[in-house]
């Protein structure tokens, strides 16, 4: 079974540390869950959310790139920084990315 968060792109923008939580809290309630995927509409993302044996922290980047090779290089350097795409949305002119590492458990 799936569980669907809806984020504001703006709350986002606001406090995308605020956003994470609020993500990292539904992945984690009961059951263990993490982001299959986004879908972006004109205000807002639909996250979507489905079992999974590992819990992952995220985190949501903002940048500007100015070409497709600007895109390429971003996303090759979150890669070997250990984070991975999730997805992507515009908001206010600017690329946010969401990205998720494997979390480190204790």
Do not use: H
Request: with cysteine; hydrophobic share 40%; glycine share 4%.
């Amino acid at each position: 079974m799936n569980r669907l968060v809806l984020l504001s792109k703006a709350d986002i923008a606001i406090d995308s540390a605020d956003a994470v939580s609020i993500l990292e809290k539904a992945c984690s309630r009961s059951r263990k869950l993490a982001v299959a995927g986004i879908c972006e509409r004109e205000d807002n993302i639909f996250i979507s959310l489905e079992p999974s044996d590992r819990l992952f922290s995220y985190v949501f980047s903002q940048f500007e790139p100015k070409s497709d090779e600007d895109l390429a290089a971003e996303i090759r350097a979150r890669y070997f920084s250990g984070f991975s795409v999730l997805g992507d949305f515009d908001y206010n002119g600017k690329k946010w990315l969401l990205l998720s590492k494997e979390a480190q458990t204790s």
